[in-house]
Nanobody
C-alpha cells in the first residue's frame, strides 16, 4: 500500500488550495479514504472521510462548510478542496486508509496559511 500526498504550500488567509493523494498497491475503489491534519505540537486530527463509492462523506467540525473531499476511482486518487483557509488550518495533511487491522499513512504534505 502506498499513499502519496501532494498540493501543499503557502497560502494567505481566505485563500484556497487543493490537495491530492495518489494511492497504489491495493484495490482503491473498495476502501474508505480519509484526510487527517497534524498541526505543530498537536495530535493528528480527523479532517474528512469518503466512502468507497464516493457517495458518502463526513467532516470534522472545524472544516465543515469550507473543505470538500472527493475521489476519482479511475485515477486511484482522493482530493481535498480547501476554501476560506485560516491560520489554524496550518499543518501537515495526511492521506489514510485502514485495512486488515492496519492503518496506512502517506508521508504528508505541508500547508501553511499565513500572510
Amino acid at each position: 500500500v502506498q499513499l502519496a500526498e501532494s498540493g501543499g504550500g503557502l497560502v494567505q488567509p481566505g485563500g484556497s488550495l487543493k490537495l491530492s493523494c495518489a494511492a497504489s498497491g491495493f484495490t482503491f475503489s473498495g476502501y474508505i479514504m480519509r484526510w487527517y491534519r497534524q498541526a505543530p505540537g498537536k495530535e493528528r486530527q480527523f479532517i474528512a472521510s469518503i466512502t468507497s463509492s464516493g457517495g458518502g462523506t463526513n467532516y470534522g467540525n472545524s472544516v465543515k462548510g469550507r473543505f470538500t473531499i472527493s475521489r476519482d476511482n479511475g485515477k486511484n486518487t482522493i482530493y481535498l478542496q480547501m476554501n476560506t483557509l485560516r491560520p489554524e488550518d496550518t499543518g501537515v495533511y495526511y492521506c489514510n486508509t485502514w485495512m486488515g487491522g492496519t492503518n496506512y499513512w502517506g508521508k504528508g504534505t505541508l500547508v501553511t496559511v499565513s500572510s
